[in-house]
Nanobody, 115 residues
Framework: QVQLVESGGGLVQAGGSLRLSCAVS????????MGWYRQAPGKQRELVAS???????NSADSVKGRFTISRDNVKRMVYLQMNSLKPEDAAVYFC?????????WGQGTQVTVSS
């Protein structure tokens, strides 16, 4: 069973930055695409950004130009650098594969943005 451990969240003022980390308990070298997702209260979980094995990235329009996803296949880590944070970015952030079948979700990391 794959374990995902997200960290790096916290409380930040609008305009601030955070770097999220996701530790994966198995090798991700063979995983084509990894993603960061978020879920705000009362809303569905949404894909924020994704990165392929080769390093090609994609991001949601709402975070484009502000969030950057990266991965370290050797360390089995996936990162999300979040800059220019907005109150609407507040959510619990999760990492997982992008595509099916999804792994079991980790506990996520809470991001709170004060205005």
């Amino acid at each position: 069973q794959v374990q995902l451990v997200e960290s790096g969240g916290g409380l930040v003022q609008a305009g601030g930055s955070l770097r999220l980390s996701c530790a994966v308990s198995r090798s991700i070298i063979s995983i084509v695409t990894m993603g960061w997702y978020r879920q705000a209260p009362g809303k569905q979980r949404e894909l924020v950004a994704s990165i392929t094995r080769g390093g090609t990235t994609n991001s949601a329009d709402s975070v484009k130009g502000r969030f950057t996803i990266s991965r370290d296949n050797v360390k089995r880590m996936v990162y999300l650098q979040m800059n220019s944070l907005k109150p609407e970015d507040a959510a619990v952030y999760f990492c997982n594969v992008h595509g099916l079948p999804l792994w079991d979700w980790g506990q996520g990391t809470q991001v709170t943005v004060s205005s």
